[in-house]
């Protein structure tokens, strides 16, 4: 049989492990775009391009191209930044974009009007933070959401590490980024893998996992291709259950899409989680539905295969089963605001910020404010699932300097939106 | 003066009334009957004066028209005064000064030269070597070279008409005689330049034998057949179809692309060709300065021999906007102030109080006591009109014209002003305005002949329009020569002039290369001479391969600029000093190789 590949699919294979011709299109200046192509690759490298809808026509007519920039989101496993990496990031937003910082549904940061000369310096002040933008859109793992607990930081602290082997373990591999983005030679040999794990194709969509703490739920754990729920014993971290499949999105007129929660398919102790990820990207990988892109996601190989179909799998390729899933209750999924002290005495800080953008206006000095206790804060920021933002691990000796800065630029610490706890 | 001439076959009463008539004779009158006694002869020996024998012919005169131009201004002055020689009798041939064998000079009886001024003060590219020649040591002895000089400048220049002034002043200095003197033609050149042609047409006539042939029949039909065609002096009312903003939001330019329909007006052009506009004064400026001279807005004035109202006098026939150092010399003389007669001892400082000052500031400075409207009109020169480098081509557009316009505002001196021509067409213009223009051929910015030739364009801001005509027409034309684009401006998003355009172009592969440079895009300025630097090695092969090189846009800055570059590519990839790479350039500009269109 030999039938054409999708054009996605055949776009990938021929994309020389993401290469495409992204560096040739970054380097061609008398157009501020990029080719078609090139726009789906850039996807997983983290940004893709739009154009300013309000201009097209007026420029038309002035004979310029229309007013392309590109969107470039971070990954950020778990949300969670050092006040170092925030001071960086905040500085990036004028150097290379239009100000603006976006928190996402997605626990992570969104630059937006990149223009395609700033984009490489762009990724290269990224990188020097400590941070990349790898698979952050694209058909792979995309960023690793995990519960924001106030609470419990030692729990906080063990999950978000795991969220973070997670996302590096699940991470591409290709020589593409650091050749397109950080000028390193071309490793690129016809036949050799860059990608032990995802191969040439990648998979065949988009892939997401969250991980939740009951009894909060703020990612909204559900919703994703493999959703982890923390199991707490003793207040230890013991594991994860695992359910798969989930996943809100639908196609407009397409009939046969659909949105589904995650079905519940097992616990997996803590020191397999990775691996036992892995094996469930595997899965889709290998059986996901690649012909028709619509129905490609995982959650449609989970319906239509069925859970039991998926254990088995699961055990052939992990090895070992999961073991039954263990109780837990998720109750809360909004953020809770304003000041919370932790087990530790620490204090946590929500603030709610409008749809997540971090900006200054004449209203709001958002930024700089942020900018300013990222300047004394010893502790870290966490972006939550909800666009907001803690500022995480106050010490009590400090609680005031960050009160004051908060006072100062009258910051919303939820008393201006009715808050759902 | 008495004759006695022992061998004269004449009486002596003959002798006697001779003598009596040659004394009352000017010097040209003696010609004038020189030349008619020989006609009279071949009358009376039966040959008809223009089947003239070899003897005739010998004494006719022969005139040598050259000259130097840049944008064709003085080139078609020259065609006058050739046609008008010729009419005249008088044999005439007409030079490009760049074709002109430089040692044919010392053969010459009679010379006409004629010139523009450019740069600062520099000549013409086509003059340069005739220029240098006369100026170097080899230049020959020209005792017996009857000549005069007409010259083409601008007064609001340092250095006005000063090509013409040197050639005059050479010419001079290597024994040729003045026939008469040299005339300097500010921007309002038509009618000094029509009766230096007549005057000097007239002396060489007037040393020519009287029987010299009437004009024919063919010379006055061809007069007849120029004046009912639309040229500078009569300038073709032209519909304005399209006027349209290009540089994008938030730019600090204001460039536009104007679409004019010549529909009807059987005007042709060619690539390289510029569109003469003629444009009207700010009425607002000419309200302010009628009010600042207290005359009445609707007094009528004497205007080229006609009357007119002071209001359209100044808003459509009248500089006001430039100050000419021989304005502010005629108004010192009338205005009696210590202030201005003791600004006026420095030419320095003259230069300085004019920039950035117009007709306004001198009236408002210096005001004067007793000049009515039409004293006041005599002082001020022609509005000339503007010259736009056609940016379409015909065999593209048809029967239209496009231009591109930059507009120039500014302020100085606490007041906010604005170019004549690029403000009336930017602001002031009805939607169905028609603007006066004329076709101001440039035979110095052509495409090649050969279609298959390779060529360079080099063009930023404004300078880019002649490339959207060249590529217009190598596009229609089918020509399969690479075509190579330098462009440059300030900001890539908001000035990347006609962008669309040049990537369809480069994507259908007529363009074959598309390089730019955007100055304020980043920390450190880039231009197009930097650029075109780092593609030294491609240049240096495009020129192997017979590449034509253009260059349009600032005549002040970037011109030299490239200049100086393509001069260092030269002198790099070919292995040459700096002297021989300069004369390889010179090279290729007498080969027409490099071609430069810049104001
Ligand atoms: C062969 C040729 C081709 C040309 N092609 C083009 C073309 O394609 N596109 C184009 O836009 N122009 C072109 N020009 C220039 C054009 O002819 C006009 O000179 C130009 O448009 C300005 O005319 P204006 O009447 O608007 O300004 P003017 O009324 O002539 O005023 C211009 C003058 O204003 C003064 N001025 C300007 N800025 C300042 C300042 N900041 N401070 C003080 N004084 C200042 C200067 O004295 C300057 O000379 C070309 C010129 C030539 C000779
Ligand atoms: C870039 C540029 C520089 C000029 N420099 C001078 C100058 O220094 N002195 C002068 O008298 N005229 C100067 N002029 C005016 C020209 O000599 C004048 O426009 C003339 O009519 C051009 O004639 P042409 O078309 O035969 O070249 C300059 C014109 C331009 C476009």
Redesign the interface.
């Known amino acids: 049989m030999n039938t054409k590949l999708p054009e996605a699919e055949q776009l990938k294979l021929d994309s020389r492990y993401l290469r495409g011709t992204i560096a040739e299109g970054l380097d061609d200046v008398v157009t501020g775009s990029i080719s078609e192509d090139d726009n789906k690759l850039t996807k997983f490298h983290g940004s893709y391009m739009q154009d300013h809808r309000d201009l097209r026509d007026e420029r038309r007519r002035q004979k310029l191209e229309p007013l392309y920039s590109f969107m470039v989101r971070l990954r950020i496993a778990g949300g969670v930044v050092t006040p170092q990496q925030w001071l960086g990031l905040d500085a990036i937003a004028d150097d290379c974009s239009n100000g603006t910082l976006r928190i996402t549904t997605r626990q992570t940061f969104q630059y937006h009007e990149v223009l395609k000369k700033d984009l490489r310096s762009l990724m290269q002040q990224v990188n020097a933070l400590g941070l990349d933008t790898k698979g952050a859109c694209g058909d792979v793992n995309r960023n690793v959401v995990t519960n924001v607990n106030p609470h419990q930081s030692s729990v906080h602290a063990e999950v978000h590490q795991i969220s973070q082997a997670i996302s590096d373990h699940l991470c591409w591999q290709s020589g593409a980024y650091a050749e397109i983005w950080l000028d390193e030679t071309c490793v690129y040999q016809p036949g050799k893998s860059e990608e032990p794990f995802y191969g040439d194709r990648y998979l065949p969509r988009k892939f997401k996992i969250g991980i939740a703490i009951p009894p909060e739920n703020d990612s909204d754990v559900l919703a994703n291709d493999i959703a982890l729920i923390a199991i707490i014993e003793n207040d230890e971290l013991v594991g994860f259950n695992v359910a798969v499949g989930g996943g809100m999105g639908m196609t407009y007129g397409e009939t046969a899409t659909f949105p589904r929660l995650a079905t519940m398919a097992g616990f997996v102790p803590k020191d397999q989680i990775v691996k036992a990820c892995e094996t469930i990207a595997a899965i889709q990988r290998d059986f996901g539905d690649r012909s028709v892109r619509a129905h490609a996601r995982f959650k449609y190989t989970i319906d239509d295969h069925g859970i039991e179909w998926f254990n088995e799998k699961f055990t052939e390729y992990h090895g070992e089963a999961m073991t039954a899933a263990r109780p837990f209750e998720l109750v809360r999924n909004g953020d809770r605001f304003g000041w919370i002290q932790g087990e530790d005495g620490q204090w946590h800080l929500t603030l709610y910020i409008y749809s997540g953008r971090v900006a200054d206006t004449e209203a709001l000095q958002l930024r700089t404010a942020l900018r300013e206790i990222a300047k004394v804060h010893t502790g870290e920021f966490r972006m939550t699932c909800n666009q907001n933002l803690i500022i995480a691990n106050i010490s009590p000796e400090q609680k005031p300097v960050i009160e004051q800065l908060v006072e100062q630029y009258q910051l919303d610490i939820g008393e201006r939106v009715r808050h759902y706890v | 003066m008495n004759i006695r001439l022992p061998n004269a076959p004449l009486t002596d009463e003959q002798l006697q009334q001779l003598n009596n008539l040659l004394q009352g004779l000017e010097g040209w009158q003696v010609d004038w009957l020189s030349g008619y006694l020989s006609g009279y002869r071949a009358a009376q020996v039966g040959t008809a004066v223009m089947e003239a024998g070899p003897s005739l012919a010998e004494q006719a005169i022969k005139l040598t028209v050259l000259y130097g131009s840049q944008t064709g201004n003085t080139e078609a002055v020259a065609g006058q005064l050739a046609e008008k020689a010729k009419a005249s009798g008088i044999e005439v041939k007409l030079w490009d000064m760049a074709e002109y064998k430089p040692r044919e000079l010392k053969n010459e009886q009679y010379l006409a030269v004629l010139t523009s001024t450019h740069g600062e003060g520099e000549p013409p590219d086509n003059a340069m070597d005739l220029y240098e020649f006369l100026n170097s040591r080899k230049a020959p002895g020209l005792k017996g070279l009857h000549y005069s000089v007409l010259s083409l400048g601008d007064s609001s220049y340092e250095f006005f008409c000063q090509t013409g002034k040197d050639f005059d002043e050479r010419l001079q200095k290597l024994g040729a005689t003045a026939v008469i003197p040299r005339v300097d033609c500010d921007v309002d050149y038509d009618d000094l330049a029509e009766k230096w042609i007549a005057e000097f047409v007239g002396a060489l006539t007037s040393s020519m034998q009287a029987s010299a042939a009437p004009p024919s029949a063919s010379a006055a039909m061809s007069q007849l057949e120029t004046s009912v065609q639309y040229d500078r002096k009569h300038p073709f009312s032209a519909p304005l179809l399209e006027n ?6 938030g730019s600090s330019k204001e460039v536009r ?1 104007i679409e004019i329909s010549l529909e009807g007006s059987g005007l042709q052009y060619e690539p390289g060709d510029a569109l003469g506009v003629y444009p009207q004064n700010d009425p607002a400026l000419v309200s302010m300065l009628i009010d600042a001279l207290g005359f009445d807005a609707d007094s009528s004035v004497e205007l080229d021999e006609q009357q007119e109202t002071l209001t359209n006098a100044l808003m459509h026939h009248r500089e006001i906007t430039v100050l000419t150092r021989p304005l502010v010399e005629k108004w010192a003389e009338l205005a009696q102030s210590d202030e201005l007669n003791k600004l006026m001892e420095s030419k320095a400082a003259v230069t300085e109080w004019i920039r950035g000052r117009d007709v306004l500031d001198l009236v408002q400075s210096y005001p004067l006591a007793d000049i009515d409207a039409n004293g006041f009109i005599k002082l001020l020169r022609k509005l000339p009109p503007r010259l736009y480098s056609i940016a379409s081509s015909q065999a593209a557009v048809d029967e239209e014209v496009h231009i591109t316009v930059a507009t120039v505002r500014y302020n100085a001196h606490n007041r906010e002003r604005g170019g004549v021509a690029s403000t009336w067409l930017a602001d002031r213009l009805a939607e169905d305005a028609t603007i006066p223009v004329y076709i101001d051929p440039n035979k110095n910015f052509k495409l090649p002949a050969d279609d298959n030739a390779p060529i360079i364009m080099i063009g930023p801001g404004t300078g880019v329009a002649p490339f959207r005509s060249f590529m217009q027409e190598r596009e229609e034309r089918g020509a399969r020569g690479p075509n190579w684009l330098f462009f440059g401006d300030q900001h ?3 000035d ?8 369809a172009w ?1 994507k259908s592969g007529l363009l074959t290369h ?3 440079a955007f100055s304020r ?1 980043q920390t450190e300025k880039i231009y197009v001479q930097h650029r075109i630097r780092e593609k030294s090695i491609e240049i240096w092969n495009w020129l192997q391969d017979g590449a034509h090189i253009y260059v349009c846009g600032d005549a002040d800055n970037m011109a030299p600029d490239v200049n100086e570059a393509l001069i260092d590519i030269i002198s790099q990839q070919g292995n040459k000093s700096r002297e021989d790479a300069t004369e390889y350039l010179r090279q290729l500009t007498r080969d027409k190789r490099y071609q430069r269109d810049v104001y």
């Open positions: 349209q903003l290009l540089s994008g939001r692309h890539f998003l908001t990347f002039l006609y962008q669309t355009e040049w990537l480069r598309l390089d730019v895009d």
